[in-house]
């Protein structure tokens, strides 16, 4: 029996981690035994032995189980030494094992191996092999075990556990460490959902799931596991969500809105077009939120191209006109300033004072606009992620739009919302998704849906087009007083060769194709003050053509661009190649689309062949959905931040439904979770949760 409060116990405490290792423990963030039980598998991998006639799947290991017939060590070369054994495998008869070493004359490279090899020994080996024969002939090991050592069953012979590690930490002697930390607090793991939860919802009581995730004998009972665990995942998750909503249902704003029409009604004439229907509907429901006694929390769902900007800009004018302050925070410098730009153009000569704050904001403006800022002399400002440091702090702040927030962080959302401890929260995406994910990621959220366009939109033509037709298209257009945008993709993995083919391409295209049109180029990198200014003369028509990065992925309003070249396009995902598009097609005249690329994959002629078929973002979202599954397409960082590890949202959509369910009940039962039963369910939620959402009150 292990005592109680192992679980708490430093992992040193395990057999065979000395101080060391316990370090290197610490940096995957592994402290205690309890830590080490919780440290899931990030796969599974199949390692029962390897049939013969079936061939290697290319991305499983060869897997053999056999006995030694003798052994010997060749030298292969100045820096290699090989070391061979022939073995007797059951079903695939003789096989020549390989093990690589570099030679060293200090020490012999293979002790320890050589006694594993003795003739007779029975061994597991793990490694790689050709592919496809029909009977194994040779292996190269990567790994290998003693049949006789009874944790050899930890590692081989079924679904085994691949966890993530790092560096200086082999995931064997990680596996053996979670492996040993289970068996030693077995006796401690505690159940913390309520027994009649269990039985509703047919999960496996906890300390088996663990078991069942970290030492599996068969996917049946893995996948029961994991499922439980997921469960846990999304019921910790609905009740966080659920207390933090009630928390701010809570909160009395103090403070009351008149719709006075002093700003709203010169705005509405000066913008020089009519508010769609959905528009207008929109901003009433953003209105009658706003004008409650608690906080509003509110997404605001919009294609690309129907008219988001002008709803918050409304929005914003209600909080000023009743003597508030308001934020609107983009995630790109050039969309934070192109958001200026049409906000002082709509406002006109409007009594609204609107500042912008970006890290490229000069030292001494930013200092004055701080300064104003804090004293209530600024009534609107505009920023990137800089309008979340500490050093900018409202007097009054009221409401805080975040434009295109899929690209923020709950963290993110979190610490704005701190600058307003009774703020309002409208939340913008074009980006759609579907209700389940959207509770996951906000839980219980009101949402707005902007589902017309502005009149006048002739859709976008987009096709797949050889590079030549495809630059005189942009030649044509330019004769007739057209833009066009010419874009080239980054991907963060080879930035630097990317950003240096993308400026070599641009000289190509100046010298050649392009020459006579008056063409620029805008990438990341340029400093802060340089991007801004070319996009201000794109813009204002100064340059023809505007060779870019994916910075001008998002808000971009340029409506004399009615040309896009997406060189490569088969590098972008679906949603960044829906965004793009959306910087043209903007006016009244049709845009056209041009996709450079040859796909390589499946998955990215299928990208191309969605963007093709249709211009609408809910389509297109689903699709990304389906193509990357929702981690990856929702961003890996707001995954990670919501503390889904064993949960797969593209699998368990049913189960998030049910914990929700359940997190309800609980909550009815018991509003605050004092119960006493409940005391182990409220610990886990304030450890996973607290530091993270700082604002949710669980002390
Ligand atoms: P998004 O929803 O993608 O942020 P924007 O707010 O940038 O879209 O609007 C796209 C374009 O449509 C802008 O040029 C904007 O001025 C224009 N626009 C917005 N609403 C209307 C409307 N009701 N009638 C005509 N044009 C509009
Ligand atoms: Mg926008």
């Given at each position: 029996?292990?005592?109680?409060?192992?679980?708490?116990?430093?992992?040193?405490?395990?057999?065979?981690?000395?101080?060391?290792?316990?370090?290197?423990?610490?940096?995957?963030?592994?402290?205690?035994?309890?830590?080490?039980?919780?440290?899931?598998?990030?796969a599974w991998e199949d390692r029962s032995p390897t049939p013969p006639g079936r061939g290697v799947p290319p991305d499983a290991p060869l897997v053999l189980r056999g006995r030694v017939v003798d052994s010997f060590t060749r030298r292969a070369g100045p820096h290699l030494m090989l070391l061979v054994a022939r073995m007797l495998v059951p079903e695939h008869g003789e096989v020549e094992a390989v093990w690589f070493k570099r030679p060293s004359r200090r020490y012999d490279v293979f002790q320890g191996l050589t006694k594993d090899l003795a003739r007779g020994t029975d061994l597991w080996l793990v490694g790689r092999g050709e592919a496809g024969l029909l009977k194994v002939r040779r292996i190269d090991v990567?790994?290998?075990?003693?049949?006789?050592?009874?944790?050899?069953?930890?590692?081989?012979?079924?679904?085994?556990?691949?966890?993530?590690?790092?560096?200086?930490?082999?995931?064997?002697?990680?596996?053996?460490?979670?492996?040993?930390?289970?068996?030693?607090?077995?006796?401690?793991?505690?159940?913390?959902?309520?027994?009649?939860?269990?039985?509703?919802?047919?999960?496996?009581?906890?300390?088996?799931?663990?078991?069942?995730?970290?030492?599996?004998?068969?996917?049946?009972?893995?996948?029961?596991?994991?499922?439980?665990?997921?469960?846990?995942?999304?019921?910790?998750?609905?009740?966080?969500?659920?207390?933090?909503?009630?928390?701010?249902?809570?909160?009395?704003?103090?403070y009351g809105y008149e719709v006075k029409r002093s700003l709203l009604t010169p705005f509405k004439a000066t913008l020089g077009f009519e508010l769609t229907r959905a528009q207008k509907r929109v901003i009433n429901e953003i209105f009658e939120d706003m004008r409650r006694p608690h906080p509003m929390t509110r997404l605001l769902q919009g294609d690309v191209g129907s008219g988001k900007?002008?709803?918050?800009?409304?929005?914003?004018?209600?909080?000023?006109?009743?003597?508030?302050?308001?934020?609107?925070?983009?995630?790109?410098?050039?969309?934070?300033?192109?958001?200026?730009?049409?906000?002082?153009?709509?406002?006109?000569?409007?009594?609204?004072?609107?500042?912008?704050?970006?890290?490229?904001?000069?030292?001494?403006?930013?200092?004055?606009?701080l300064e104003r800022v804090a004293d209530g002399s600024v009534d609107i400002v505009i920023g990137t992620h800089a309008l979340l440091e500490g050093a900018v702090r409202f007097k009054r702040l009221a409401l805080a739009v975040i434009d295109e927030q899929h690209r923020f962080g709950v963290r993110q959302r979190?610490?704005?919302?701190?600058?307003?401890?009774?703020?309002?929260?409208?939340?913008?995406?074009?980006?759609?998704?579907?209700?389940?994910?959207?509770?996951?990621?906000?839980?219980?959220?009101?949402?707005?849906?902007?589902?017309?366009?502005?009149p006048g939109r002739v859709p976008i033509v987009t096709e797949h087009a050889p590079e030549e037709r495809a630059l005189e298209a942009v030649r044509r257009e330019v004769a007739r007083g057209r833009q066009a945008y010419v874009v080239y993709p980054i991907i963060e993995e080879s930035a630097r060769l990317d950003l240096k083919a993308a400026t070599a391409e641009f000289e190509r295209l100046r010298a050649g194709p392009f020459a006579g049109l008056r063409t620029a180029l805008v990438h990341g990198r340029l400093p802060g003050p340089k991007k801004v200014a070319a996009m201000e003369e794109f813009a204002a028509g100064t340059w023809d053509v505007l060779v870019a990065t994916q910075v001008i992925e998002v808000g971009v309003d340029v409506p004399n661009a009615t040309v896009m070249v997406v060189q490569n396009a088969d590098r972008f995902g679906l949603a960044s190649l829906h965004q793009l598009r959306g910087r043209i097609g903007r006016g009244h005249d049709a845009g056209r689309c041009f996709l450079v690329c040859d796909p390589k994959s499946e998955a990215a002629r299928r990208r191309v062949q969605v963007l093709c078929e249709t211009t609408d973002g809910f389509r297109i979202g689903e699709e990304d959905l389906k193509i990357r599954g929702p981690g990856e397409a929702l961003g890996t960082a707001q995954h990670g931040e919501l503390g889904l590890e064993a949960a797969d949202l593209s699998r368990d959509s049913d189960l998030l439904g049910s914990a929700r369910e359940d997190a309800e009940g609980l909550l009815s039962a018991d509003p605050d979770l004092l119960e006493a039963r409940h005391a182990g369910l409220r610990a886990r939620l304030v450890g996973r949760y607290q530091k993270l959402w700082q604002s949710i009150d669980l002390a």
């Open positions: 029996m292990a005592q109680p409060g192992i679980l708490d116990n430093p992992a040193q405490y395990l057999m065979g981690v000395g101080p060391k290792r316990a370090q290197l423990l610490a940096r995957l963030g592994l402290e205690t035994v309890g830590d080490l039980v919780h440290h899931l598998p990030r990567d790994e290998h075990y003693r049949v006789d050592d009874p944790r050899s069953a930890w590692h081989v012979g079924g679904l085994v556990p691949r966890y993530p590690t790092t560096e200086g930490l082999p995931e064997r002697w990680l596996r053996e460490t979670i492996g040993r930390a289970l068996e030693e607090a077995a006796g401690s793991i505690a159940e913390v959902l309520p027994p009649e939860l269990l039985e509703r919802r047919e999960l496996l009581a906890r300390p088996q799931a663990l078991k069942a995730v970290h030492r599996p004998r068969s996917a049946g009972e893995l996948e029961e596991g994991r499922r439980r665990l997921a469960y846990d995942e999304f019921l910790l998750l609905g009740l966080a969500w659920a207390l933090k909503h009630k928390q701010l249902r809570q909160v009395d704003k103090g900007t002008v709803v918050a800009l409304a929005s914003l004018l209600l909080a000023v006109e009743n003597g508030r302050q308001g934020a609107l925070m983009a995630p790109t410098e050039i969309l934070a300033d192109q958001h200026l730009w049409t906000v002082r153009q709509f406002l006109g000569d409007l009594p609204v004072r609107v500042e912008l704050l970006t890290s490229s904001v000069s030292k001494a403006r930013r200092a004055r606009v979190t610490t704005l919302r701190q600058k307003g401890p009774a703020m309002d929260l409208l939340l913008m995406t074009a980006t759609p998704i579907p209700r389940t994910l959207a509770l996951a990621l906000y839980g219980d959220l009101d949402a707005s849906t902007l589902d017309e366009m502005p």
